[in-house]
């Protein structure tokens, strides 16, 4: 990356503080909420994968969102805990671009799981008759792929975008990873490319599967009212519960940093909304899917009480 005719070969990450007597305290914190959200996710995709009961699209989808989680919350949280150990928050311009690509990827490719996971529950509770044929494995699996093909080609033009621009003096990013909008408010040269991209197609990632499931939601809450039984309704739109918790903590802190414009930026609140959908939604979505859930529940406790014998042996 230039800079003038010199060439930028690092940047700074500043970190959640600037506090020495704060980044022990918040180098263990951070640590144990990667151990759960490592160990959480990873339960839930064993669980999944070796109980037969639990081979249906919504566990299927389930399985997607914790592998996705886990690779999520490894984009940024080793880099800023071997940071805080080493005391060199450096990282190179490749390595911030390619850190950028993933957490750009991985984030919208979260976002299109949690409608496809919508859409799952609209089909069941909507159209229980023709939910074998509406879900099928095939259209499951394309479900969980188109996403990935799209939001990789996606973060690739924001990545291509942002390797074009120059930079000047100021290398300090106000933040723990590199994220899209602290980098290009380092910029000299001009960035209107760069935000229209992000406001219209970037924009356009977010909102379109939100209102999905805005809609999905709606036309579920339409069939429910339509159960003639307080239990009914209650049992029914139960099974949506979890998916609707998680939702709401996704869009609910992600709002923060893409929803709000560009003059109201703060880097504190910044840091705190991508510490809230970086590290506590992967670490709270195994709790939000397991504890509400008898089927998923019963799946761990006998995926724990299996390798324990094995273990024992």
């Known amino acids: 990356m230039l800079q003038g005719n010199q060439t930028i070969s690092a940047f700074f990450l500043l970190g959640l503080t600037a506090v020495s007597e704060q980044q022990q305290h918040i180098f263990v914190l951070f640590l144990c909420m990667y151990l759960v959200t490592m160990v959480?996710?990873?339960?839930?995709?064993?669980?999944?994968v070796n109980d037969a009961h639990l081979h249906s699209p919504m566990y299927f989808f389930l399985a997607n969102l914790s592998f996705t989680?886990?690779?999520?919350?490894?984009?940024?949280?080793?880099?800023?805990?071997?940071?805080?150990?080493?005391?060199?928050?450096?990282?190179?311009?490749?390595?911030?671009?390619?850190?950028?690509?993933?957490?750009?990827?991985?984030?919208?490719?979260?976002?299109?799981?949690?409608?496809?996971?919508?859409?799952?529950?609209?089909?069941?509770?909507?159209?229980?008759?023709?939910?074998?044929?509406?879900?099928?494995?095939?259209?499951?699996?394309?479900?969980?792929?188109?996403?990935?093909?799209?939001?990789n080609l996606l973060s690739v033009l924001h990545s291509g975008l942002l390797g074009l621009l120059n930079f000047c003096d100021q290398r300090e990013?106000?933040?723990?990873?590199?994220?899209?909008?602290?980098?290009?408010?380092?910029?000299?040269?001009?960035?209107?490319?760069?935000?229209?991209?992000?406001?219209?197609?970037?924009g356009a990632v977010i909102f379109i599967p939100f209102t999905f499931i805005c809609v999905s939601y709606f036309l579920i809450g339409c069939t429910v009212l339509r159960?003639?039984?307080?239990?009914?309704?209650?049992?029914?739109?139960?099974?949506?519960?979890?998916?609707?918790?998680?939702?709401?903590?996704?869009?609910?802190?992600?709002?923060?940093?893409?929803?709000?414009?560009?003059?109201?930026?703060?880097?504190?609140?910044?840091?705190v909304a991508a510490v809230m959908y970086t590290v506590v939604t992967p670490m709270m979505n195994p709790f939000i899917y397991s504890l509400r859930n008898k089927d998923m529940k019963g799946a761990v406790r006998r995926l724990l009480i299996r390798k324990t014998y094995f273990c024992r042996w």
């Not at 959480?40 to 064993?46: A, K």
């Not at 609209?122 to 229980?128: E, L, R, T």
């Not at 139960?238 to 996704?250: E, K, Y």
């Open 227 to 271: 159960i003639p039984s307080a239990k009914g309704k209650w049992k029914t739109f139960s099974t949506c519960g979890s998916h609707f918790l998680a939702v709401s903590l996704f869009y609910g802190s992600i709002s923060g940093v893409y929803f709000l414009p560009s003059s109201a930026y703060s880097a504190e609140r910044d840091k």
């Open 40 to 48: 959480g996710n990873l339960l839930i995709i064993l669980a999944i």
């Open 173 to 202: 990013i106000p933040h723990f990873f590199c994220d899209l909008e602290p980098i290009l408010r380092l910029a000299c040269s001009d960035t209107q490319i760069n935000d229209l991209t992000i406001l219209v197609i970037g």
């Open 69 to 151: 989680d886990i690779c999520f919350t490894s984009t940024t949280v080793p880099k800023m805990l071997a940071d805080i150990q080493s005391q060199s928050p450096v990282i190179s311009f490749a390595g911030c671009l390619t850190q950028m690509y993933f957490f750009m990827l991985l984030v919208d490719v979260d976002n299109f799981l949690l409608a496809a996971m919508a859409y799952d529950r609209y089909v069941a509770i909507c159209y229980p008759l023709h939910y074998a044929a509406l879900l099928s494995l095939k259209r499951c699996a394309l479900l969980v792929v188109t996403p990935w093909v799209v939001c």
